[in-house]
């Protein structure tokens, strides 16, 4: 995102509309930057070159890098839960959800590609950086959990198998997710679409119930 016409922050108290665009314009700067050029190299002055303003004029609404980075991390993660809950997690049954929540979350992924890229470069970046990487951290945890909870759902409604361990396959799960920002990074052709399809359903013929043994009529002596 290039320079806009500029914005008076003169008098702007940090609740006002005007406040509020700045900031979303700067996580949006920040977001091009991480993903162009790594999290380390993307400093408050580069992002605010691309904004076209002074690193003050960012300052003046983040405390510092971290701040803006933590509010990168929200942001990323807001949207694409609330698109992910809204086409997964509504869905009536446990196999659906599942399946909705593997294939939502990469088709999310693969619209959002620089985000996705951005989000990457800050979770094996900012390893040095405690608060940052308590935000990761946490967020990380929490969809993990929510993972986890898909498995244990379809087990507890007899919808899975009941011989597997639901925190071991949302790790599992969890990895093969993981695997897809690097690889978008380094292979602008990757079909994310596609590879999620092809997960939902190894993950449905892995979780899904045997279907009871038919049994037939007895007939003479017990044969059918």
Not at 48 to 72: M, P, Q, T, W
Request: glycine share 10%; charged share 25%.
């Amino acid at each position: 995102m290039r320079s806009e016409r500029p914005v008076s922050i003169a008098g702007d108290g940090g609740g006002t509309f005007t406040s509020a665009a700045r900031r979303a314009q700067f996580v949006a700067a920040a977001i091009e930057t991480i993903a162009e050029v790594g999290y380390a190299q993307a400093t408050l002055a580069r992002i605010a070159a691309r904004v076209g303003v002074s690193k003050g004029v960012i300052c003046y609404h983040f405390a510092g890098k971290d701040e803006l980075v933590r509010e990168v991390i929200a942001d990323i993660g807001a949207r694409g839960g609330a698109f992910v809950y809204a086409q997964a997690l509504t869905l009536p049954t446990a196999a659906e959800r599942l399946r909705g929540w593997i294939t939502s979350i990469l088709e999310y992924t693969a619209a959002h590609r620089t985000e996705t890229v951005a989000f990457h470069e800050i979770a094996a970046g900012s390893r040095g950086d405690a608060a940052v990487s308590a935000v990761m951290t946490e967020l990380s945890a929490s969809v993990a959990s929510a993972v986890q909870a898909l498995f244990a759902d379809g087990q507890a409604s007899g919808e899975f198998r009941e011989d597997f361990d639901p925190e071991s396959a949302a790790t599992a799960l969890m990895a093969i997710i993981d695997a897809v920002p690097p690889r978008m990074a380094r292979d602008p052709d990757f079909d994310v679409t596609r590879y999620g399809r092809e997960v939902a359903g190894l993950f449905d013929a892995a979780t899904r119930r045997p279907a009871p043994p038919e049994t037939g009529s007895p007939g003479k002596g017990g044969r059918r």
